[in-house]
């Protein structure tokens, strides 16, 4: 944002007053605030005036029909793509259309894709090692040494995602549910405020999918948790809230019994769909 | 090496914890001294005497050999293949050339105290602002290390800066050294054109033609070459090797935990490219010439072929390779030379095709196969 | 200034000429004993009287004294060891063809030993080329008389300016008309008339410029001004001429690369396989021109426009030839293709030097595609760059058409999106691969043939493009045909434009590092291909 702008939005502080590297600010409630967001590509409009806010500490639920905007939404947050009109603030102090996608990354947004992508000829510990919350620079990472904290901090999110027996392993080898594991896991070494996870469960097995299910809701409260999931079972098992996404904007919110009786989410998605949604 | 943690270690004395790295060095310095004794200790009629030619030859060999060692660094942990590598070589030589031309003096064929004979034969009048400083060994070297990382660090920041990646990188990497290439062929450049820099006498007081120089710089290159095997070793084997690899790998996935990439790809390309600077440097005191025709793409796509013929990713391989398929030319052009460039392109499309993990990914299969094989025998037993 | 002299006499006869050659009566070879008189009066060693002799010849009714004063010029009217005049056909080897100077008989070959050249000093060969000229403006021939009148231009005296004016208001041909009123206004410009210098007002020729220079150096202020308004007025449009022919070479570039480009547009942009061989294909297109002309030898022409299918056929089968035996096999590797592939260059490249020469070869020019459309004094275009040109755009189109228009355009847009679902869709997949590189190596060969044409061919000819080549892609962005149109052109008019300020290896440099500037600056080109797809 320029300095001119900065000055005619007078409810913020400015750019250049808030210190970057500052904390998260969320003593006002929401970590993560869209507001009239629209990306348009060649003039077709994957988000159309998204509004979108997300509470510290909250697990939310976000579908919607393919093309909805889903995948887009995350890379607007992530700073992968960015937004022809709108704006998208973490906590209350960061705006993050400035910042590019290490700095969103540092400050405590992690993602998952929707395909898992680990670095595979990397061991699992490695992976983990890699995604640790620590200095990123380049010599600070140059001259690392492994110490007793670090490693007790990797076991530790090894024993959570499940992987400590294979912890030596190249994740390579790894089968696509442990994949999607080890990068929930690798999100986890980020310490992240806002975790972002694209469609978990896909591929996976029913045990895999409870063990998922078991997962993230347990990393709700502690840290928030937006989740983009297809499988509706999978969605009523672990949402406290939901919203639906549909041509690019949010059609209904609430919890899961309230957004499936609205008859707008009936008709565009889940009429389309009733037998999974029951 | 993949089963195990990262180790604790300091990471510039990590290498020497390594297998591979003990093995390497012990290779190194033993085929150092064994030239060094056959070449000294055994009279000129021996059947196993090395002679002055040969030493030199292995020399220049060893400069390769550190050059592939620098391209593989980049190629192999970063997957950015660079075509352009022969333009931070050919910088530091001729950094060291300028040099070299300094230290003529007034024993040129024009005798002027200052001026190297091309400049005299093309009427200049003084040395241009950057052949200043270049009479001093100090400063030379410097910028052997300085001018092509310079060059890499300004390239490589607008490159990486603009993710510009893959095979992009490559073409626009060998569309820079092209047109270096044209650039040095200028007279007007102040680099002698067309001829390059050569007749160097003497290297810190050293006569360049006589056999104990060729020795010492055999040896120093082949120290060299173990020092920057050693920095690249120590590099990835620390955490930013890692990193280096995951970028290599899925490069929007260390974005996103966090990494700069750009920063750390600029940081390697960097490093690669004073290695080779320093390659450069030590090559051209040994062939006595330096010129433009080191800034060819040709050459700068020979060396990735040396790394892919030894084995991306293992350093050692890039060695091997360097050695191979340079003796390999020394043999063919003297033998068949219109036979060289057949088999220089169809080593290109067999390892490519059929080696793609070269003579390294042959040697750990090997060692693979008769540890599985030992360890078959040793079930039978129990 | 002896020329002037010898102007007096010319001028007197002119009118006899005239005469004689409009009435055309045949020739009178039962006169020979006269001619002969003629010619043996030049065959004395005294230098002026050969001119008088000239000047004799000139007088004479004879309608072969053109030849023999063209002989005479070119040092080809020789006497024989007996005496008689003969006109030597051919002066190349030892024994030479020669004809009877006066009955034009052929007599056989003769030993240069046996021969005697008439002498002739510079002096005389200024007087011969007025003279020819004046004849010549008397000639039926209209190339003839063309020559002839721009020869005298800034030769015209005050004895020459009736006749000529004369000539002026009876020439049928306007080219002529004008040639000789310029010729006359050069002459009254240099004398410092008005009437002269208005004349000359924006004339191109380099004579005009120097009468017009002269007279702006003269005494008359008023003359001298006018001289000098007229002289910028010419320079004025010297500028937008040399601008014309810049953007006319730089356009030439411009196709050459387009034409070189193009077929990597296709493998490359559109498949996404880095074929390094591209410029030998290229190579093998300019060879096949050369082994087609080897084999129609005296039919330049015809060989040119069959080696335009022969040429495509050969790099498509090549092409095909290196898709299916390596580049097939490193589906997904983009950087082992590309050294694979670079390998195959090198093979290629020996192999013409093996098989063929290491030494360019010569392509011959047909004559339809040589020489030059003249547009004015300052400016004249190359016919074969032309050529080249419009074929560039008759390709590019072509391919246009092929892409958007046919079935396999669709199909392989189909599966370069995506190929799982085209194959999935019935499309084949593999052939649609084959189909497409063996178009994008055929055009490369159209790219040789034309190449051919233009410069040497050589083993190294491919070599030359390639980077080039690529580079046009990257600038115009990969998967954009229209893009490559564009830039390929850009670049040829910008490094032309570059040239003269910066001379030529320089403005390449220049070219190659704001490139690879640009291309940092926008990754994927001029024309990006954009939305989700090109995400991926």
Redesign the interface.
């Given at each position: 944002m320029s300095l001119l702008q900065s000055f005619k939005t007078r409810d913020r502080v400015f750019d250049f007053i808030a210190p970057a590297a500052s904390p998260v600010d969320v003593r006002h409630g929401p970590i993560l605030y869209m507001e009239d967001v629209t990306v348009s590509?060649?003039g077709?409009k994957a988000i159309n005036k998204l509004n979108l806010t997300i509470d510290d500490g909250e697990l939310r639920c976000i579908i919607g029909p393919n093309g909805a905007g889903k995948t887009t939404m995350m890379d607007i947050i992530t700073g992968k793509t960015r937004p022809t009109e709108g704006s998208v603030w973490f906590g209350s102090r960061h705006n993050l259309l400035n910042m590019n996608e290490p700095e969103i990354a540092s400050l405590g947004i992690g993602r998952k894709f929707q395909k898992p992508t680990v670095f595979e000829v990397l061991s699992v510990f490695e992976n983990l090692e890699l995604a640790m919350a620590a200095d990123k620079r380049i010599f600070p990472t140059l001259t690392a040494r492994m110490t007793g904290e670090i490693k007790d901090r990797i076991d530790e999110v090894l024993e959570t995602i499940g992987l400590t027996q294979l912890r030596f392993q190249p994740a390579g080898i790894l089968s696509h549910g442990q994949k999607q594991w080890l990068e929930i896991g690798m999100l986890l070494m980020q310490r992240p405020r806002l975790l972002l996870v694209d469609e978990p469960v896909a591929g996976m097995t029913e045990q895999e999918m409870e063990r998922t299910a078991e997962l993230l809701t347990g990393l709700a409260g502690k840290q928030s948790v937006v989740v983009v999931e297809h499988d509706m079972g999978f969605v009523r098992s672990i949402a406290r809230k939901v919203t639906v996404l549909h041509q690019g904007s949010v059609l209904a919110e609430g919890s899961m019994d309230q957004v499936s009786s609205d008859p707008n989410v009936v008709e565009v998605y889940l009429g389309a769909d009733d037998e999974e949604a029951a | 090496m993949m089963s195990q943690l990262p180790s604790s270690q300091f990471w510039l004395t990590r290498p020497f914890g390594e297998r591979a790295t003990q093995v390497f060095l012990g290779v190194l310095f033993t085929a150092l001294l064994v030239v060094t004794v056959l070449h000294v200790a055994l009279p000129q009629g021996s059947p196993l005497h090395v002679n002055a030619y040969t030493v030199n030859l292995f020399g220049k060999y060893l400069s390769y050999a550190l050059l592939a060692v620098a391209v593989d660094l980049v190629w192999g942990y970063l997957g950015i293949?660079s075509l352009g590598h022969g333009a931070f070589f050919a910088i530091g030589g001729y950094a060291m050339g300028m040099y070299l031309m300094r230290q003529i003096g007034d024993r040129g064929t024009y005798g002027h105290p200052v001026l190297p004979d091309f400049m005299v034969f093309l009427n200049w009048e003084s040395l241009p602002w950057y052949w200043q400083g270049f009479d001093m060994a100090w400063f030379a070297f410097a910028m052997v290390l300085l001018a092509p990382g310079m060059l890499a660090l300004v390239?490589g920041f607008?490159?990486f800066?603009?993710?510009?990646t893959?095979?992009?990188l490559?073409?626009?990497t060998?569309?820079?050294t092209?047109?270096l290439m044209?650039?040095f062929?200028?007279n007007e450049m102040g680099f002698g054109g067309n001829n390059g820099l050569t007749d160097f006498r003497e290297l810190l007081g050293f006569n360049l033609r006589s056999n104990d120089t060729r020795l010492g710089l055999f040896l120093a290159t082949g120290v060299a070459l173990a020092l920057g095997y050693i920095l690249c070793r120590a590099i990835v084997t620390s955490k930013l090797g890692r990193v280096c690899v995951a970028t290599r790998d899925a490069e929007a996935r260390t974005r996103f935990i966090g990494y700069r990439v750009e920063r750390f790809q600029l940081f390697v390309f960097v490093v690669s490219a004073m290695l080779a600077g320093l390659a450069g440097a030590l090559y051209v005191p040994q062939v006595g010439i330096i010129n433009p025709s080191e800034f060819s793409?040709l050459f700068s796509?020979e060396i990735?072929?040396w790394v892919?013929l030894g084995g991306r990713a293992t350093l050692y391989g890039a060695v091997i390779g360097a050695i191979l398929v340079n003796y390999a030319k020394t043999i063919f052009t003297g033998v068949m030379p219109?036979a060289w460039?057949?088999a220089?392109?169809?080593?290109?499309?067999l390892?490519?095709?059929l080696l793609?993990k070269g003579v390294a990914g042959l040697l750990r299969k090997r060692r693979r196969a008769v540890e599985s094989d030992n360890a078959g025998t040793k079930e039978a037993i129990a | 200034m002896r020329r002037f002299l010898s102007w007096g006499f010319l001028c007197a006869v002119l009118l006899g000429i005239t005469l004689n050659v409009q009435a055309q009566t045949g020739p009178d070879t039962s006169d020979n004993d006269a001619a002969l008189e003629l010619l043996e009066a030049l065959d004395v060693d005294s230098y002026r009287d050969k001119g008088e002799a000239i000047t004799a010849i000139l007088q004479s009714d004879d309608e072969r004294a053109r030849d023999w004063l063209q002989a005479l010029l070119d040092g080809r009217l020789q006497r024989a060891d007996d005496g008689q005049f003969v006109v030597v056909l051919d002066n190349s080897g030892r024994e030479w063809p020669v004809a009877d100077a006066l009955t034009n008989e052929p007599l056989g070959e003769m030993s240069r030993r046996d021969l005697d050249r008439v002498g002739i000093n510079n002096a005389l060969r200024n007087q011969l080329r007025s003279a020819i000229a004046v004849v010549d403006l008397y000639s039926p021939n209209l190339d003839r008389r063309r020559i002839s009148a721009e020869r005298l231009l800034g030769e015209v005296d005050g004895e020459l300016l009736e006749p000529i004016n004369a000539l002026i208001l009876e020439e049928k041909d306007s080219q002529v008309r004008y040639r000789l009123s310029q010729a006359v206004a050069i002459y009254r410009a240099e004398q410092g008339e008005m009437a002269g210098i208005e004349a000359l007002t924006g004339s191109l020729h380099p004579r005009a410029r120097v009468a017009l220079s002269r007279a702006a150096n003269g005494d008359d202020t008023v003359a001298a001004d006018a001289a000098r308004a007229a002289l910028a007025s010419v320079e004025q449009n010297l500028k937008i001429n040399r601008g014309v022919e810049t953007l006319y070479f730089g356009l030439s570039l411009g196709s050459v690369l387009v034409l070189a480009a193009i077929g990597l547009a296709i493998t490359f942009g559109v498949m996404g396989v880095?074929n390094m061989a591209h410029g030998e294909l290229m190579m093998l297109g300019a060879y096949t021109t050369w082994m087609m002309q080897q084999l129609l030898p005296g039919q330049p022409g015809l060989a040119l426009i069959l080696s335009i299918p022969a040429g495509f056929l050969v790099a498509a089968l090549v092409g095909v030839a290196i898709e299916r035996s390596?580049i097939q096999?490193?589906k997904g590797r983009?950087?082992?293709?590309?050294?694979?592939t670079?390998?195959?260059?090198?093979?290629l490249?020996?192999?013409v030097?093996?098989v063929i020469s290491p030494l360019n070869r010569t392509v011959i020019t047909p004559e339809w595609m040589s020489g030059s459309l003249i547009i004015n004094d300052a400016l004249s275009l190359t016919i074969n760059r032309m050529v080249v040109l419009g074929f560039a755009l008759v390709v590019f189109a072509g391919l246009m058409l092929i892409m958007r228009r046919t079935r396999l355009g669709l199909e392989v847009r189909a599966v370069t999106q995506n190929r799982a679902m085209a194959r999935s869709m019935g499309i084949r997949a593999t052939r649609v691969d084959i189909l497409t590189f063996a178009l994008g190596s055929g055009v490369a060969g159209l790219a040789g043939v034309a190449l051919s044409q233009l410069t040497n061919v050589g083993p190294n000819l491919g070599q030359n493009y390639i980077?080039d080549s690529?580079?046009v892609v990257?600038f115009g962005g990969v998967g954009n045909l229209w893009g490559t149109l564009v830039a390929g052109l850009s670049l040829g008019v910008i490094n032309q434009v570059l040239e003269p300020w910066a001379g030529a290896?320089?403005a390449?440099?220049i070219v190659?590092?704001f490139?690879?500037?640009f291309?940092?600056?926008r990754?994927r080109g001029l024309f990006p291909q954009?939305?989700?797809a090109a995400e991926g």
């Open positions: 590509f060649d077709f | 293949l390239f607008l490159a800066r603009s993710r510009v893959g095979v992009y490559s073409i626009i060998q569309a820079l092209f047109a044209l650039a062929f200028r793409p796509i990735v072929l892919a219109d460039l057949f220089l392109g169809a080593m290109f499309v390892v490519t095709v793609p | 880095i390596v096999f490193l983009p950087l082992e293709t590309l050294l694979a670079f390998g195959i260059s090198l093979i490249q020996q192999l030097r093996t980077i690529f580079m990257v290896v320089l390449k440099i190659l590092v490139i690879i500037l291309i940092q600056k990754p954009k939305g989700r």
